[in-house]
């Protein structure tokens, strides 16, 4: 079974910044889409950033601030997040894709989703 546990959430001012980690275990997801959404109360998931092979995909919401990279060799998935502002401020979560289950939960660009990890809570103020 894919297990994700992200960490490094917390709270910072605006204009900070934050390095989400999402440490990852599983059969056959090292090469699959991985991918961060996030969720503010009172509204819905939103698809923040993807990564696949070689290629990497952002919300409007995150170019020019946020980075998105993975490190197979520690099996960690990272979101780099730079220049925060106070509507960044929402639960974050890491995702993948699992080929033992075709059902979609969520979807950034070309890359489907269907495994999550806990969350991480990010706290902007302004």
């Known amino acids: 079974q894919v297990h994700l546990v992200e960490s490094g959430g917390g709270s910072v001012q605006t204009g900070g910044s934050l390095r989400l980690s999402c440490t990852y275990s599983?059969?056959?997801?090292?090469?699959?889409?991985k991918g961060w959404f996030r969720q503010a109360p009172g509204k819905e998931r939103e698809g923040v950033a993807s990564?696949?092979?070689?290629?990497?995909y952002y919300a409007d919401s995150a170019k020019g601030r946020f980075t998105i990279s993975q490190d197979n060799s520690r099996n960690t998935l990272y979101l780099q997040m730079n220049s925060l502002k106070p509507e960044d401020t929402a639960m974050y979560y890491c995702?993948?894709?699992?080929?033992?289950?075709?059902?979609?939960?969520?979807?950034?660009?070309?890359?489907?989703?269907?495994?999550w990890g806990q969350g991480t809570q990010v706290t902007v103020s302004s």
């Open positions: 995702a993948t894709w699992w080929s033992g289950d075709s059902r979609i939960d969520g979807q950034i660009g070309d890359c489907n989703f269907n495994r």
């Open positions: 599983g059969p056959f997801i090292s090469n699959v889409c």
């Open positions: 990564l696949s092979g070689g290629t990497t």
